[in-house]
């Protein structure tokens, strides 16, 4: 997998992609197999959802992915196709609604890991002030731990590592599961996440590997190797492999021209180019 040799440091990362170029797609397809994301800007203003589904059919990802947590009667309120992600003191959801940061995580806390291979964030309306989107290569910062601490890397892959519960309100769920694995089809994936929703389980693996391995990975985040805070403008899409990249968000701040706005997605596939 070529996003494991991937360096958040080139310049390059973060220079969107024009989706009016007639090789848009191949170009997104190419930044995702090299990195895991790529920025891309969507031509003309118009309704997000239509800009999520024109650059979902060139990626060939699908129809958008609701997430198990959401179909439970509870939490029906969340479970749109696609997500408003602004502040909103009506909205009980704790990640969505607020302007607070939001620590490393995967989306889909209740699905299997790497069932949710892609995520897109499109954004109407940046922040007045921070709201970054923050990236981590996780699966790169495993490989590197399985060739320095191969027992601490086990105790990640461990199927009970890590219990993730959900903080709505409403409801009582969660899940549990490694924190990397291999898929069906060879490749590393992960649901690495370090946030309230998150159960260590330190009896897991190898002994003492797990707590090795979260120091590393907690170390990880901070290398900007692995490490890359994104401010997308308006009219910009960013996707991103959910399975291969950990995410999170910096604290914001609205202003008086309006909420910080993003519209997510989230789909089963990852993205292919036509042929
Ligand atoms: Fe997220």
């Known amino acids: 997998m070529q996003q494991l040799q991937a360096d958040f440091r080139d310049p390059r990362c973060a220079r969107p992609v024009d989706f009016a170029e007639p090789d848009a ?19 003309e203003p118009g309704p997000p959802e239509a800009k999520l589904a024109a650059l979902s059919a060139a990626l060939r990802l699908g129809s958008p992915y609701v997430p198990a947590l959401y179909r439970f009667a509870e939490t029906k309120e969340h479970s749109a196709s696609y997500s408003d992600i602004r502040s909103d003191p009506k909205d009980r959801h704790p990640a969505f609604s607020t302007t607070a940061g939001q620590s490393w995580h995967v989306d889909g806390l209740l699905d299997a890991i790497g069932h949710i291979r892609t995520t897109i964030l499109y954004c109407v309306r940046p922040a007045h002030r921070g709201g970054d989107t923050l990236l981590f290569n996780a699966v790169a910062a495993f490989a590197e731990l399985r060739d320095k601490d191969p027992a601490a890397a086990d105790a990640l892959c461990s199927p009970d590592a890590l219990s993730r519960r959900s903080t709505i309100p409403a409801i009582d769920v969660s899940t549990t599961g490694p924190v990397f694995s291999v898929d069906g089809r060879g490749d590393l994936v992960t649901r690495y996440t370090d946030n309230e929703t998150c159960t260590w389980n330190f009896s897991a693996g190898p ?4 707590r090795r391995a979260l120091a590393f990975l907690r170390a990880a985040t901070d290398d900007p190797r692995y490490r890359l805070a994104l401010r997308l403008a308006a009219g910009q899409a960013l996707v991103f492999r959910n399975d291969r990249l950990s995410h999170g968000r910096q604290s914001y701040e609205d202003g008086p021209n309006g909420r910080r706005h993003l519209v997510r997605a989230l789909y089963t596939e990852g993205p292919t180019a036509p042929t």
Do not use: H, I, K
Request: charged residues 15%.
């Open 25 to 43: 797609p191949y170009r997104v397809v190419g930044s995702l197999d090299e990195r895991g994301f790529a920025v891309v800007a969507m031509a």
């Open 207 to 210: 002994p003492g590997g797990l």
